[in-house]
Structures are given as C-alpha cells and as structure tokens.
C-alpha cells in the first residue's frame, strides 16, 4: 500500500495537535473536540472505516484499563481520588492508535522499532502530559518514567499487532 507523504505529516500533525488539546483540555474542557474532530478526519482518509474502527476503539480500551491500572497503582495523582482515568487521557489512546497504520508504522518491523519508540517516546510523553496538565507523580519522576519505559517497551509491540491483526482482516 502507497502511502502519501503528505497524507503521513498530516496524520502526525493531526496527531500533535489532539495531544496538545488533550493536555491542555483539564483547564479548557471544550478543547476535547479537537481530538475527536482529528479522529474524525482521519477516518474519512482511511481505506477500511471498519477494521481502523476496530483499531480505535481496543487501543481505547486497553490503553485506558493500563492507564486505570498504573493509576491505582499510584504513578498518577490527578488531585483527586478517581476510578478511572480522565476522559482527556482516554482520548490520547485512539489518537496513538491513528498513527499506527500510518505516520508510525516504520514502527511495526522489526518488532525492536515499536519497543523502542515506547520505551523513549512514551515515558517523555507521559512526563510533559503531566507537567501540563497538572498531573502529578507520586512515586518521583525518574522511578515513574523508568517503569513506564519497561511498560512501553512491551506496549507498542502489542499495538502494532493489534495494527496488523486488524489491516490483516480487512484485507481478506
């Protein structure tokens, strides 16, 4: 499949901006329609509504059940005490997920890509999430970037089987 490259700046900058809106969107709550207005686009540019939809909707379930978990296990401190993660952060999961197929699957193989794409990339986006959002981490800023290194390393593999699994399907 031929990808077009402005098709790929387009889905990261679609990307950058929903993460900024979300980060932000604690102190702006109508900043939330940016990310769903990005979503929304880029689904209008992908080939298979069904099998991206499918993608979307479990790396938003998986993603915000670690999230929940890494909360309860105390990385996170949202001010308040919470079951779940806040919506903003949920968000940021089908936002990565619109990467995957596209502006990020140089990621995909060889497997150590996406391994290391997560155990960099991921820790530092937690860390300016949360510097601005307000979010704060209990357990010390380098204890919680290390651990969310380990976890991302296994985490992006998985998310980009979860890509292929889903562009494999559409594709029979």
Same mark, same amino acid.
């Given at each position: 499949?031929?990808?077009?490259?402005?098709?790929?700046?387009?889905?990261?900058?679609?990307?950058?901006?929903?993460?900024?809106?979300? $980060?932000? /969107?604690? =102190?702006?709550? @109508?900043? !939330? &329609? *940016?990310?769903? %207005?990005?979503? +929304?686009?880029? #689904?209008?540019? $992908?080939? /298979?509504? =069904?099998?991206? @939809?499918? !993608? &979307? *909707?479990?790396? %938003?379930?998986? +993603?915000?059940? #670690?999230?929940?978990?890494?909360?309860?296990?105390?990385?996170?401190?949202?001010?308040?005490?919470? %079951?779940?993660?806040?919506?903003? #952060?949920?968000?940021?999961?089908?936002?990565?997920?619109?990467?995957?197929?596209?502006?990020?699957?140089?990621?995909?193989?060889?497997?150590?890509?996406?391994?290391?794409?997560?155990?960099?990339?991921?820790?530092?986006?937690?860390?300016?999430?949360?510097?601005?959002?307000?979010?704060?981490?209990?357990?010390?800023?380098?204890?919680?970037?290390?651990?969310?290194?380990?976890?991302?390393?296994?985490?992006?593999?998985?998310?980009?089987?979860?890509?292929?699994?889903?562009?494999?399907?559409?594709?029979?």
């Amino acid at each position: 499949m031929k990808r077009s490259t402005h098709k790929l700046i387009a889905n990261a900058l679609l990307f950058q901006l929903g993460w900024f809106a979300c $980060v932000f /969107s604690p =102190a702006h709550p @109508g900043l !939330l &329609l *940016v990310p769903l %207005l990005a979503l +929304g686009i880029h #689904l209008t540019w $992908v080939s /298979s509504w =069904a099998a991206e @939809g499918k !993608l &979307l *909707v479990s790396v %938003l379930l998986v +993603g915000s059940a #670690l999230d929940s978990f890494l909360l309860h296990l105390g990385l996170f401190d949202f001010g308040q005490p919470r %079951l779940l993660i806040p919506l903003w #952060l949920a968000l940021l999961w089908p936002l990565l997920a619109s990467t995957l197929n596209h502006s990020l699957a140089w990621t995909a193989r060889p497997w150590w890509r996406a391994s290391l794409l997560g155990a960099i990339g991921a820790p530092l986006s937690y860390y300016a999430g949360a510097q601005l959002a307000g979010v704060g981490l209990p357990l010390g800023t380098w204890q919680t970037l290390a651990l969310l290194a380990v976890i991302w390393a296994l985490v992006m593999p998985l998310l980009q089987a979860f890509a292929r699994l889903y562009r494999l399907q559409a594709a029979r």
